[in-house]
């Protein structure tokens, strides 16, 4: 069974700086997508960014980005420049097949 | 496009009353998934359909819940007797391949 790990329960981070969110997986396969979810109070999930695994290149969307390293199960999101509307719980997802497996969340909060 | 449309956004039902739930996909988006969220559980996939066929129902929690898919641009899940611990917010989501899913808004389900 693949796994999704976010240890952080919750991050705070003041506007303008920039954070990062932890995502570990356990997966045996070799070909398989990853993905970061936002869900803001209104409770909309809004993918931000997806890797494929077979990609070396580091995914990028404007201010997130993702640190992906294969060898080590690690996916993790950068949130530059850090803006109020970036609250939200960030959710780390897999898929190799057809389901997404989602980590537990991480609750980000933005602060003036 | 509108996105995927779930209907209705609450719901507050009594317990041993029947609920059902309705979503919308993406005209073109030929996998379906509904799934739950809750505070303990964190999101789960209940059940997928691919081509308006279920293909894994393993996350339906029991035979009180159902779903069906009667053509490629509507989709119910329906509990029946609803009790309380049913309480979550349930997410429909359609995606055309194994990655890009789309998610609606979600319906938050109370079941008192």
Known sequence: ????????????????????????????ESNYYLFWYKQPPSRQMILV?????????????????????????????KISDSQLGDTAMYFCAFNSGYALNFGKGTSLLVTP | DAGVIQSPRHEVTEMGQEVTLRCKPISG?????????TMMRGLELLIYFN??????????????????????????????????????????????????????????????
């Open chain 1, 1 to 28: 069974a693949q796994t999704v790990t976010q240890s952080q329960p919750e991050m705070s981070v003041q506007e303008a700086e920039t954070v990062t969110l932890s995502c570990t997986y356990d997966t045996s």
């Open chain 1, 49 to 77: 960014i997806r890797q494929e695994a077979y990609k070396q290149q580091n995914a990028t969307e404007n201010r997130f980005s993702v640190n992906f390293q294969k060898a080590a199960k690690s996916f993790s999101l």
């Open chain 2, 29 to 37: 988006h030929n996998s379906l998934f509904w799934y739950r969220q």
């Open chain 2, 51 to 112: 081509n308006n066929v279920p293909i894994d129902d393993s996350g339906m929690p029991e035979d009180r819940f159902s779903a069906k898919m009667p053509n490629a641009s509507f989709s119910t899940l329906k509990i029946q007797p609803s009790e309380p611990r049913d309480s979550a917010v349930y997410f429909c989501a359609s995606s055309p391949l194994s990655y890009g899913y789309t998610f609606g808004s979600g319906t938050r389900l109370t079941v008192v």
